[in-house]
């Protein structure tokens, strides 16, 4: 008898979500007890009330989620982010793949940090061979990350650094050119504190001149933006 596993595919360019489902009925070719139920949301909206309707009956199992989607103001779900840490919650047994077009180590490393799933695919890194073999090995109980997100991991556990979740929003926003005079009200941070914070990462990074502009390259260098 066939094990039936339940995918909703989170995508709204629809021949990105074929790719995925052609993808997973390759996977099931020849196994006699895979068989995937697949259904598809192209927006944060209807992903929430799939998502919630499977809970009456037998929840998904397996979710390919998009993180630049249409959002769901309503439901407060403003991205596919949003999606995987509802899904975290709700659904905690199932399987969760990232496939995204990000490739910024920031972005990178809050997924990971937040939603921990089976699987990251950055989908330049990715060939139609490539996805089959992530479905195959997460549906075997094994995580599978793609190049881009393996280097970053690779960098982060090859220095001695040690970051809070405060530095690295700083790092970030000023590799994203915010200024200092504004950031207070983006960080828990006096303007004070905000340069305090910042002459901190210098001596963390070595860096000798007092500006941003070195101590942003030294931290793209060792993978923290």
């Known amino acids: 008898m066939k094990n039936q596993t339940r995918v909703l595919i989170i995508e709204d360019h629809p021949l990105i979500s074929e790719a995925y489902k052609n993808a997973l009925i390759s ?4 196994n006699k007890e895979l068989e ?6 192209d ?16 929840a998904f199992d397996l ?15 403003l991205s596919g982010e949003d999606l995987g840490l509802m899904i975290k919650e709700l659904i905690p047994n199932s399987k969760i793949i990232i496939c995204t077009t990000y490739k910024d180590n920031h972005r990178i490393y809050n997924i990971l940090k937040n939603i921990n799933p089976q699987g990251f695919l950055i989908k330049s890194d990715i ?8 479905i195959q090995c997460i549906i075997k109980g094994q995580p599978y990350y793609s190049k881009t997100v ?5 960098k982060q556990l090859s220095n001695d650094f040690i970051l809070d979740k405060i530095d690295r929003e700083l790092l970030y926003q000023l590799s994203i050119n915010t200024k200092t005079k504004d950031l207070p009200s983006i960080l828990p941070l006096s303007k004070a504190g ?23 390259l030294k931290a793209k260098q060792k993978g923290f933006i």
Do not use: W
Request: glycine share 4%; hydrophobic share 40%; charged share 35%.
């Open 63 to 77: 979710f390919f989620i998009d993180i630049k989607l249409p959002r769901f103001n309503e439901g407060k779900i």
């Open 43 to 58: 927006n944060c909206e209807l992903a929430y009330n799939k998502i919630k309707k499977s809970l009456e009956s037998k």
């Open 194 to 216: 905000v340069e305090k914070r910042k002459r901190h990462l210098m001596e963390v990074f070595n860096v000798n001149n007092y500006g941003d502009k070195d101590l942003i």
């Open 127 to 134: 060939t139609s061979k490539e996805l089959k073999q992530a």
């Open 36 to 41: 995937f139920c697949i259904d598809i949301a």
């Open 150 to 154: 393996l280097e970053l991991i690779r």
């Open 27 to 30: 996977s099931s070719f020849g």
